[in-house]
Nanobody, 127 residues
Framework: QVQLVESGGGLVQPGGSLRLSCTAS????????MGWFQQAPGKEREFVAA????????LYADSVKGRFTIPRDNAKNTVYLQMNSLKPEDTAVYYC????????????????????WGQGTQVTISS
């Protein structure tokens, strides 16, 4: 079993930055591709960004390209979501997820491809 704990959410003004963290415990973090998803009120959960297990491949939703990055630190069992130039439409609960399949290919983007999920952290962009 893998436990994922997100942190770093909060209230930020438009144009500001936040860094979310997701720390994993219970299994070998370096084996997992990791992803971030967002869910706004009344909407379905959507893909934001993902990184493969060795950090060599990343994917981003079109809406966040050029503004968000997803670095990981395998020594700390942690993946981050660095969010810059934040917009009100980025307001959502952000979830991290882990894919337990061992692969060096591109990370997955679909919800059903992820096996473990965190509890989510609220991000609110408002003036």
């Amino acid at each position: 079993q893998v436990q994922l704990v997100e942190s770093g959410g909060g209230l930020v003004q438009p144009g500001g930055s936040l860094r979310l963290s997701c720390t994993a415990s219970g299994r070998t973090f370096s084996n997992f591709a990791m992803g971030w998803f967002q869910q706004a009120p009344g909407k379905e959960r959507e893909f934001v960004a993902a990184i493969n297990r060795n950090g060599g491949s990343t994917l981003y939703a079109d809406s966040v390209k050029g503004r968000f990055t997803i670095p990981r630190d395998n020594a700390k069992n942690t993946v981050y979501l660095q969010m810059n130039s934040l917009k009100p439409e980025d307001t959502a609960v952000y979830y991290c997820a882990a894919d337990r399949r061992i692969s060096n290919g591109p990370p997955p983007q679909r919800i059903y491809e992820y096996d473990y999920w965190g509890q989510g952290t609220q991000v609110t962009i408002s003036s």
